[in-house]
């Protein structure tokens, strides 16, 4: 058997060592090892297979660490975890403990800035040039940032305060949409023109020449200059990049090596902030992701359930659009991720995806509100938190009827720490004029949305990236009268048990599993499952009903303790005597910790949210 060049690469500098005649193969073995690796643990591929010549020609241009290499989400930085030094540990790709599917600045001192949130590398790469220039260190920062990110809005605010005189390099890597006029043949000869050493060296000994010749010399260059600029400007029209003053090179084919290479050897020497404008296919060397990159962005180790709780959700709202003209959705770039690309197919009018800006969707939805629509705008948990001022100021403090719709709330097993929906109860439980629902069945959520609709206040329903649990729904819906959805338990007002769970969301599946634990030892217990969690003196009062009785109280919450639904339920049950002093308290909760195991493990059994743990939660109160 043939020995792969891939074996020989466990750094940068092994990758440098190589003949540039073996890149192609090099570049094709990695792509095999990606496939086969990332469509066993499921991860990033298509964006990933798009940038490898890419990242090849970065890490064989820049010497990392020393110069930083900055990937703004870190979903296609596969390829430089694979150069640096990371290749054995795909395996554990995005496992709880193992390799993180993103950049991870305690991963490997390649990474030089952490990222699972979108549109900030162009900042953080700022920061790093801004830190350099000050220490008088001649080390580059490279920023490679799709054109998906580039529709944040902290991209255009980090590029309004960038320096022309930063050695700062920006790479933004289009492989879908267009963010520049310069396309076309033209376009392509003249970035082909500008990174050519021909074309330096005339360039510069023409420099050199006009300003020594005395008198007219300078003049004349200057004359030259203006005029050259003048001519470019009627057929190769100035684009965003260069009017901020930036040095713009491209638009170039990012899957070729050989230009990449001389495209960032001359961003290396001009030694200033240049853009760098490269074309990629997403997919790239694997025909099923190149025929289907959407299909093929994010990889599952496993098939989902088909039905899901936002697949429930973008039914219901496509039922209730059509008798309410009113009803409009709104995306910050998760169509397909919410399900809402699917009401866009229904009502392609009525559907806006704003990219990725979660703060201008929310108060787009605010405007929506105030001018009399029914905006319902679905947001991913961990991304809402970039929405929090939008939510406060825009939509709560005028009290407008924007219905926030929280999806993947909960732990994120497979994307970790970035990705865990564990704060937005807490954040949102703070916020005047706000109700937040919690459903955890198809039922109860399609009640949630109904209600939602006909609100005349903000309104936010939380649910998780999950089929509805059956044992959820079987425990407490078994009639299928989803009305009663609000606080409900499984037992009787005037038959407590002396241990009662109270929880809210999936975890209530564990807190079943629980209990039964503590069944087959001949433990009696009842479960309060929550799904209106706020307002407070609502739900606080339904859950004092079932605890009339009641000797020992276990909260479960798959949710950050501080400032969270079970310790603002427990101080108010406490305060207001809506219990007796007598009765003992414990929460079980996320405790002052973003949730980021260092070893391969059961992430609910590392946070204490395993059955066996919150069963053994209970005996210690007994």
């Known amino acids: 058997m043939e020995d792969k060049i891939l074996d020989k690469i466990n750094s940068p500098d092994d990758l440098r060592a190589i003949p540039e005649s073996d890149i192609p193969k090099l570049c094709s073995e990695m792509r095999d090892f990606l496939v086969e690796n990332v469509e066993r643990s499921g991860g990033h591929l298509a964006s990933n297979l798009g940038v490898t010549e890419l990242t090849v020609a970065i890490h064989r241009v820049f010497d990392s660490p020393r110069d930083h290499i900055i990937f703004d989400v870190g979903h296609q930085a596969y390829i430089h975890k694979i150069i640096t030094g990371r290749k054995a540990f795909f395996s554990s790709l995005r496992e709880p403990g193992g390799l993180s ?109 006009l300003n020594h010749v005395p008198l007219i010399g300078k003049p004349l260059y200057k004359a030259l200059s203006y005029t050259k600029n003048k001519i470019k400007k009627l057929v190769y029209p100035s ?72 697949g429930v959700f973008a039914d219901e709202l496509i039922n209730l659009a059509e008798a309410d003209k009113n009803i409009v959705a709104v995306t910050a770039a998760m169509g397909m991720g919410t399900g809402l690309n699917a009401f866009g197919e229904k009502y392609p009018h009525r559907y806006f995806d704003v990219g990725i800006a979660e703060e201008h969707a929310l108060t787009f939805s605010a405007g929506l509100a105030a001018a009399g629509l029914k905006p319902f705008v679905a947001i991913y948990s961990t991304f809402l938190q970039r929405g929090y001022d939008n939510i406060v ?91 009663r959805f609000g606080v409900i338990a499984d037992y009787e007002i005037n038959n407590a048990p002396d241990c009662v769970f109270v929880s809210y969301g999936n975890i209530t599946s564990n807190v079943i599993k629980a209990q039964k634990i503590l069944e087959s030892e001949g433990i009696r217990t009842g479960i309060i499952l929550v799904e209106k969690i706020k307002p407070y003196r609502d739900s606080v009062s339904h859950v004092a009903e079932y605890l009339l009785g009641v000797k020992k109280v276990l909260f479960v919450e798959e949710g950050i303790k501080n400032g969270g639904y079970s310790m603002i339920t427990e101080s108010k049950l406490k305060e207001n005597g809506l219990i007796a002093k007598e009765v003992i308290t414990k929460i079980v909760a996320i405790d002052d910790n973003f949730v980021i195991p260092t070893e391969k493990c059961d992430i609910y059994d590392y946070i204490g949210l395993s059955a066996e743990k919150i069963a053994d939660a209970m005996k210690h109160l007994i």
């Open 101 to 209: 599917g993103f950049t991870n600045m305690s991963e490997s001192k390649h990474d030089a800035f952490g990222a699972g949130h979108s549109s900030t590398s162009i900042s953080a790469a700022l920061g790093f040039a801004e830190a350099d220039a000050l220490a008088g260190s001649d080390a580059y920062t490279i920023a490679v940032i799709g054109d998906g990110a580039y529709t944040g809005g902290m991209v255009h605010e980090a590029l309004n305060n960038c320096r022309s005189d930063l050695k700062l390099i920006i790479i933004i890597n289009e492989n879908r949409m267009s963010i520049s006029k310069n396309k076309g043949a033209f376009a392509s000869y003249l970035a082909k023109v500008r990174i050519s050493k021909g074309y330096r060296k005339w360039k510069s000994g023409a420099s050199s020449f």
């Open 393 to 483: 100021h825009d939509i709560a403090l005028q009290k407008l009827p924007v219905r926030i719709m929280i999806d993947r709330a909960g732990i994120a097993v497979a994307d970790g720490a970035t990705h865990h929906g564990i704060f937005d109860v807490a954040f949102l439980s703070h916020i005047p004029n706000l109700e937040l629902f919690a459903p955890v069945t198809y039922g109860s959520l399609c009640e949630a949305i109904r209600y939602a609709k006909k609100s005349e206040a903000p309104v936010a329903i939380r649910y998780a990236n999950s089929a509805q649990k059956i044992d959820i729904r079987d425990k407490f819906y078994k009639d299928g009268n989803y009305s």
């Open 239 to 310: 684009n965003y990049f260069e009017d901020l003053g930036l040095y713009y090179i491209g638009p170039v084919n990012g899957n070729s090596y050989t230009t990449m290479e001389k495209a960032l050897a001359e961003a290396k020497r001009l030694g200033k902030c240049t853009v760098i404008h490269a074309f990629t296919k997403k997919g790239k060397g694997y025909e099923p992701a190149e025929k289907s990159p959407d299909g093929f962005h994010s990889v599952a180790s496993k098939e989902m359930d088909q039905k899901t709780l936002h």
